[in-house]
């Protein structure tokens, strides 16, 4: 045998059919697209979940920003969003309001005491000079 008799005879023996190799099994065109269309249909059944879980992740992150959003603009810290319900919309604004009337009479407490502070005389009211004659506390301590 010569060198190129060689060569084709290793070459059909690599080259041989898929049947060969599975025990000679063959599947006919039917069956090939009935796989395959199963395959694809499997295949877009887990990328359509995929694609679910992420949107669902999408919109649970979109509405915590919104909360977040809300209860700034509330005046609240942003450390008590976990503390509230984020389950939806309609439960986080029920616990918003519920939050609002436990803190509603501190803050007008504290918004009475504000006001008070700065109706307040000042002692470092500069728009009248002092002279150290006429001043109060320097004259009490014989200044």
């Given at each position: 045998m010569n060198m190129s008799t060689e060569n084709i005879s290793t070459?059909?023996?690599n080259t041989a059919t898929p049947a060969e190799h599975t025990g000679g099994r063959t599947f006919t065109q039917d069956q090939v697209n009935t796989i395959v269309q199963?395959?694809?249909a499997r295949d877009r059944e887990k990328q359509s979940e995929e694609?679910?879980?992420?949107?669902?992740?999408?919109?649970?992150?979109e509405f915590r920003l919104n909360s977040r959003e809300k209860l700034l603009n509330r005046g609240y810290p942003e450390d008590i969003l976990d503390a509230l319900n984020l389950s939806d919309e309609k439960a986080f604004d029920?616990?918003?309001?519920?939050?609002?009337?436990?803190?509603?009479?501190?803050?007008?407490?504290?918004?009475a005491k504000a006001k008070a502070a700065a109706s307040?005389?000042?002692?470092?009211?500069?728009?009248?000079?002092?002279h150290s004659l006429t001043d109060p506390i320097r004259k009490a301590m014989n200044l």
């Open positions: 070459t059909a023996e199963e395959r694809l694609l679910g879980k992420k949107e669902q992740e999408l919109l649970q992150r029920k616990a918003l309001d519920l939050l609002d009337e436990y803190v509603k009479p501190y803050r007008e407490e504290a918004e307040a005389p000042k002692f470092t009211d500069k728009s009248e000079p002092r």
